[in-house]
């Protein structure tokens, strides 16, 4: 087992120093020949012998390691970095008050990032306003400054039940310093007619993980794809867990697809593939979205798959069709004059075409710090997607804050309301009411790729 463990360590280090294309062995062999001296250079200088044995173990086993870093995987989170000892949350930390509560209950902190998962509920719905405490939050180190917010575009999904609102985010920031376990999460919250932030303050304290919180994980190095930016499949990082492969890759549009590739941040779920084995018999596999990074958008979408030891390889993956994203846009213009009062209507009944689907626009109504728009429609297929926005100005548009839909489905017809509310005075005047429509059309494939494990050990 010992001699196992030392030809392990022996053959990481060796793949750290020596090139793939370069032919050593002819040297090695050639110094063999040359015993005294070379016997007397290993005297001389011991950590010759570590190489030689290195060059010459890679050589014989034909295995291609990579000194890689000490990586761990935790679903829901994804790979993490173990160089330095993992930290996380003690224990879930909730502040409440003036009846909204906010939970802290997941922290794990590496050498790379801090990634924070915490839920906000009890906040109050108020019709046509913008729900509180959906503020990003900030994470304070002691000394006063603030980690470096690393999430990325993108909003919450604000839930309703009842009277009240409630959602749950993820959050990723800097890493905490190391020595430093203690942060305090800051949420301001801006609530129903207050004009002063309300500040949620949850004090946060990180312990060292328990050994195996992290799932042990060896990056296994892929050849470098001869030419990435071809439309299909390809294979860029394979994790090697203890009972598990998880390959990562992406689907490219190369450009030459009939329109831009249609992809959300669950594409890889979207655009499921079939996996088959060295038989031709199916493969299981898990969708792993912690693993993958966001979509490159109308290029390439990226995907995380794992599947389970053993499996009879080469694997094939094949995805046999993916969606292009046909895109339509249509305006109306209506002038709201340059003091419109609250509550004030203006009745359209005006048919609006986007693309081969209409869309009627029934009444705007002007309530202070927004337009509410109601529209009528017959039911749209899955496939279709469209939002509605009131601009002023077509080359730099006034941005409201919030947009919220409610539909109400009578027979084979849509009643949809459309609310646009900002904390900034909203535009009047000349207006424009925007469509953009978007309809994934199917386009088929196959687009294959074959992978192959690497030589392990016996």
Known sequence: MKNNRMK????????????????????????????????????ARPVGVIVIVVLALSFLTGVVYAIGKSLGYIPGIGVVEQSVPLRILAEPVTVKQLGISVTVSKVVADSTRT??????D???????????????PE?????GSNLENKSGSGGNAVMRNGDFMYY???????????????????????????????????????????????????????????DENKTGLHLQKVLELADSYILIGKFTD??????????????????????????????????????????????????????????ATPLKITVDRVNIREHNTAQFQFDAGDHPQVNQEWRFNQPVTVGTYTFVLDTITFIGNGYVLNLSYENLPQSVTFFVNVIDDPSNPFQFDNSDGRETHVENKVLHTITLTATNPPPTGNLIVEWQLDEAISHPGPWSLNWTPPITNP
């Open 8 to 43: 392990d360590v022996l053959e990481s280090i060796a793949r750290g120093s020596v090139p793939e294309n370069i032919n050593l062995w002819l040297r090695i062999e050639s110094r063999l020949t040359k015993r005294n001296s070379l016997m007397q250079t290993l005297r």
């Open 115 to 120: 990634f924070i998962s915490y839920h906000v």
């Open 122 to 136: 009890g906040i109050p719905f108020v019709e046509n306003e913008i729900p509180a405490c959906i503020n990003v």
């Open 139 to 143: 994470l304070h180190l002691p000394d």
């Open 168 to 226: 749950e985010a993820d959050e990723v920031y800097s890493p905490i310093p190391s020595g430093s376990n203690n942060v305090i999460f800051v949420l301001s919250c801006v609530l129903p007619g207050g004009s002063v932030p309300e500040n949620f303050e949850l004090p946060i304290t990180l312990i060292p993980a328990p050994a195996g919180y992290a799932t042990p994980v060896v990056e296994i190095e892929v050849t470098a794809d001869v």
């Open 254 to 311: 190369g450009g030459d697809l009939p329109g831009p590739l249609y992809m959300s941040t669950s594409s890889d779920s979207e655009y499921l593939p079939h996996i088959e084995d060295a038989n031709g018999n199916p493969v299981s596999f898990k969708v792993r979205e912690d693993a993958r990074p966001d979509p490159d958008w109308d290029v390439a979408y990226y995907w995380a798959y794992e599947i389970p030891k053993p499996v």
